[in-house]
């Protein structure tokens, strides 16, 4: 269970979401078009006027247990070793609610959710009928599957976040240009605003040059300023840049939370820049290398590089411009993959 205050910080983290998206789709996709507006509401307003047993009382007979417990997606809970709890079982009479509470006081008579939450959409559509006699109806969307065809989402394990601080638009950007082929396309027709003929003309080009990977890039520069904004799809290529074209000059316009971003498992330094610092003393007060002569031999041997540049003499005095960039940053790499970020201070 989530204390409440982290409920709260969640919801107003799904909101400021909603609201990024839309205000990215109104700058970059809108076309100068009007759109309609939307409201976000948190069902905690209606529930905390509720008192359990009251709440049961009116709600709860309107639903059959027979029913609840044939719904597909609660047999496969009631199946799976850890079971099914009471909450969660309960889950499906909230979401039915939430949608007669927003039929009655917004007229809203269409849900939208993914596959597995037919079962719960049914469920809202026939309260609504029994209580109001009313037609409402649902829309399912299709999940997004791994290449294995496993469900990607929090409980799962493997969820792409629009969160920023979950998922950085480097890491959004690269979910999307490995696509596998058999999928692209369909996603393409899913996930982005492009005119089905443009779609059509992008594949005709791939089935050409499959190589150059050109559907799963606008795929994935689509989604990425739909959900970041030019910014952040200006980040993500940045990123790509300086990670698999060791591109230098992506390094040096690269802000530290880019950086962050990118190399998420390196250590972060921030280091005074004393006159004749060398690389040794880099790489010592970084903590990056043993101390002694097996440290020193690391350099020499070829172990170290800084900013995609291999460094072979420890005594070498550090250079801006070459070993620090114009952004103050070094980026410190050990062997093959130990990765260590300096941002360097009075310089």
């Known amino acids: 269970m989530l204390a409440a205050e982290q409920v709260r910080a969640n919801a107003s983290a799904l909101r400021r979401g ?46 059959r247990m027979g029913t609840l417990l044939s719904r597909l997606s609660v ?14 079982f309960f889950y499906q009479v909230l979401q039915a609610y939430d949608f007669y509470y927003l039929f009655q006081h917004y007229g809203c008579r269409v849900q939208l959710g993914g596959s597995d939450q037919l079962g719960n959409i049914v469920s809202g559509y026939e309260f609504i009928h029994k209580q109001t006699g009313e037609d409402v109806f ?30 950085s638009p480097f890491e959004l950007y690269q979910f999307f240009v490995r696509q596998q082929d058999d999928s692209v396309e369909r996603y393409l027709k899913l996930f982005t605003f492009l005119p089905l003929a443009e779609i059509d003309h992008i594949m005709q080009l791939h089935s050409k040059e499959p190589e150059k990977r050109g559907p799963q890039k606008r795929l994935a520069a689509e989604v990425t300023k739909l959900v970041h904004g030019q910014e952040g799809l ?32 390196a250590s972060f330094s921030e ?3 004393d006159p004749g610092t060398s690389v040794l ?52 790499k050990i062997g093959r993959r130990n990765f260590y970020i300096i941002k360097w201070l009075q310089l």
């Open 18 to 63: 909603l609201h990024t998206l839309d205000a990215n789709h109104q700058q970059h996709f809108a076309d100068g078009r009007a759109w309609g507006s939307f409201t976000v509401l948190d069902n905690s307003a209606w529930y905390q006027k509720h008192h359990l047993v009251d709440f049961l009382a009116a709600a709860g007979g309107h639903f």
């Open 75 to 88: 047999q496969a809970r009631l199946r799976s070793p850890e079971g099914m709890s009471l909450a969660e």
């Open 138 to 167: 649902g829309i399912t969307v299709p999940l997004i599957t791994s290449t294995a065809g496993a469900k990607l989402g929090k409980s799962a394990g493997n969820a792409v976040w629009l969160d920023r601080e979950k998922t």
């Open 234 to 265: 200006n980040s993500a290529k940045r990123c790509t840049q300086a990670l698999y074209h060791s591109s230098i000059d992506a390094l040096e316009v690269m802000s530290d939370q880019e950086l962050k971003e990118l190399f998420k498992e």
């Open 271 to 273: 280091l005074v820049l």
């Open 281 to 332: 003393d880099t790489c010592r007060k970084a903590n990056a290398i043993p101390d002694g002569p097996r440290g020193y031999r690391m350099i020499t041997e070829g172990g170290v590089s800084i900013n995609h540049r291999q460094v072979t003499n420890p005594e070498s005095v550090l250079v801006v411009g070459q070993h620090i960039l114009k952004n103050g940053l070094s980026l410190l």
